[in-house]
């Protein structure tokens, strides 16, 4: 269940458990008030026939009450239990006593002047029988309420919260993407969720004119450089020759000086050109930018082309390189064989592992995450090597036995220009593992990171395969 769903549900849950609540609370007090108002009722009933058999006896006597309560057994829609008791606790006039039920009598009494005891009582059956059905009836207007609370609420909030998860895939999208140009569209309804809309909207304009200016403000500053630099290289080059030729007899330490000064001039100046169009190209990446040729490519090919390009400086430090035979193309596989502290493992079901990407830019992945297993992997070390598919993805996984990566500084080895202390020691610019990440997400996948300080790291790339 998405987020947004489960606060919609909750919402919703909220909304109805109040609803049902205030119904059940106006339910119990239609109840209390009927039962109340009939109990009443029927203390008026028994009162009022206490005052008329009184006024009957005082007009004549035990006589004129006795025949007054016979006439209204007989006519009256319901008949009253009565008794008449004398000063010497004699039952002088009695109404029909079957069929009452002692339990379900409710009497009152009213003695009169000369100490005569009236006695009217009516039952509660009637009363209880109508209460029975009314609360049968609450019932079903209760469970009705119920159902219409849960639905009405779950329909009133999705209602509801639908610009909020408007607004939820468009933040979602930007992340996925890192585009800023996704527009969330306002409903026009004026109300504060609407509101919500148009600021979330102005937002994303400010922050894609600031994205957009500093974006043009870092390509120029690239095209700015590279332009000198390349110059600067070129004169160095040529003065470097020019150095060789006129001085190749006499080699004095001054010119010798002069060439390594002028040798590193161009070293240094290649390094900053690198820097810069890998920047570039992680821009270019992270902003959507990047132009892909997109073609089926098989992931044996990439890792194949990778190996190859790195066998030699791994047999040169010492680095024990695996590889798993099933996705190792054969003359690839051939030329591994006999390549000293190199080794091809049995692997099946890697050869048909195919990704849709730009062959160029996934070859750049895999001979970064190779350089870097590589590099930080001492003599007498391992780097494995393994494609594998798992559901839809395609898995690129290479695992090394270096030194680690500390667990402060495991979140940031994908940040730009970032090198940790115990990478200074080696030479590089701190751009690879971050132009790795662009490229991957710019193909749809992600790439991930694992390790422990003194036994080595896990980087494992997933590539969606449709």
Not at 23 to 43: E, F, K
Not at 109 to 128: C, M, N, P
Request: glycine share 8%; charged share 25%.
């Amino acid at each position: 269940m998405t987020r947004p769903l489960f606060f919609g549900l909750r919402i919703a849950l909220w909304y109805a458990t109040l609803f049902v609540v205030g119904a059940l609370a106006i339910v119990l007090l239609t109840y209390y008030l009927t039962a109340t108002s009939l109990a009443q009722r029927d203390q008026q009933i028994i009162r009022g026939k206490l005052g008329d058999y009184a006024a009957a006896y005082a007009r004549g006597g035990v006589r004129v009450l006795e025949a007054t309560v016979r006439a209204e057994q007989q006519v009256a829609p319901e008949r009253l239990f009565v008794r008449v008791v004398d000063r010497g606790a004699e039952a002088i006039v009695l109404s029909n006593s079957e069929g009452w039920d002692p339990s379900t009598l409710e009497t009152a009494s009213l003695q009169l002047a000369d100490g005569t005891l009236v006695q009217v009582g009516k039952s509660t059956e009637a009363r209880e029988a109508l209460l029975a059905r009314f609360r049968a009836a609450l019932g079903l207007v209760t469970l009705s309420i119920v159902v219409i609370a849960l639905t009405g609420g779950w329909l009133a909030t999705q209602s509801a919260v639908f610009p909020i998860r408007r607004l939820t895939l468009a933040v979602r999208r930007i992340i996925r993407t890192g585009r800023t140009d996704a527009r969330v569209p306002v409903a026009g309804t004026e109300d504060a969720l609407d509101e919500l809309t148009m600021l979330f909207n102005t937002m994303l304009d400010k922050i894609e004119g600031l994205v957009e200016g500093m974006r043009a403000a870092l390509d120029n500053v690239s095209h700015d450089l590279r332009t000198p630099l390349t110059r600067l290289r070129g004169t160095a080059e040529m003065a470097l020759a020019a150095a060789a030729d006129e001085h190749d007899r006499e080699r004095d330490d001054r010119v010798v000086r002069y060439r390594e000064a002028l040798a590193d001039c161009v070293e240094e100046t290649d390094r900053v050109l690198v820097m810069l169009n890998t920047l570039m190209d992680i821009s270019e990446a992270e902003s959507g930018a990047m132009t892909l040729q997109r073609e089926p490519v098989a992931l044996a090919d990439v890792v194949a082309r990778a190996i190859d390009l790195y066998r030699d400086v791994a047999d040169a430090k010492g680095v024990a390189l695996h590889v798993a035979r099933g996705f190792i193309p054969r003359q690839a596989r051939d030329a591994l064989s006999v390549s000293k502290g190199s080794r091809a493992d049995a692997a099946s079901g890697s050869d048909d592992v195919v990704v849709t990407g730009d062959r160029t830019r996934l070859e750049q992945v895999a001979a970064n995450l190779l350089d870097n297993a590589i590099k930080y992997t001492p003599a007498r070390g391992e780097v494995h090597v393994e494609i594998r598919r798992d559901a839809d993805a395609a898995v690129l996984e290479v695992r090394d036995t270096g030194q680690g990566i500390p667990a402060d500084e495991l979140p940031r080895i994908f940040d730009r220009l970032f090198r940790g202390d115990a990478s200074r020691t080696e030479r590089g610019l701190g751009l690879g593992l971050s132009l790795v990440k662009a490229v991957v997400e710019a193909h749809g996948g992600k790439v991930e990171a694992s390790s422990e300080p003194g036994k080595g790291s896990v980087f494992t790339v997933n590539l969606p395969t449709r």
